[in-house]
Nanobody, 128 residues
Framework: QVQLVESGGGSVQAGGSLRLSCSAS????????MAWFRQAPGKEREGVAS???????NYVHSVKGRFTISRDNAKSTHYLQINSLKPDDTAVYYC??????????????????????WGQGTQVTVSS
């Protein structure tokens, strides 16, 4: 049974930092591209960052320089480090997995329909 479990969300003031974690189980972790999405109130879910099995990353333009995605294949866990938080970053953050074959290649362009498995989400709230 595939499970993705996020942790690390919370309430912070603008300018602060958070590190989100997503622990995976139930599949061959290194065969999957891992990603983070977020959904702000009243908005559609958007892809934020992805990382393939070899560690190559991709970010949506709006978060480049502030967000860092990483993964630890030995722990079947990936992370999202968020720095210089802004109120506009307030959202539910979801981790997701997309099958990419050996090497866990990331295909596509961070669209949610490309991802097979999802976590339950973790709330990030940024106050000004």
């Amino acid at each position: 049974q595939v499970q993705l479990v996020e942790s690390g969300g919370g309430s912070v003031q603008a300018g602060g930092s958070l590190r989100l974690s997503c622990s995976a189980s139930g599949y061959t972790y290194t065969d999957y591209c891992m990603a983070w999405f977020r959904q702000a109130p009243g908005k559609e879910r958007e892809g934020v960052a992805s990382i393939d099995g070899d560690g190559s990353t991709n970010y949506v333009h709006s978060v480049k320089g502030r967000f860092t995605i990483s993964r630890d294949n030995a722990k079947s866990t990936h992370y999202l480090q968020i720095n210089s938080l802004k109120p506009d970053d307030t959202a539910v953050y979801y981790c997701a997995a997309s099958w990419g074959g050996p090497g866990g290649s990331c295909f596509g362009d961070l669209q949610d329909y490309e991802y097979n498995y999802w976590g339950q989400g973790t709330q990030v709230t940024v106050s000004s």
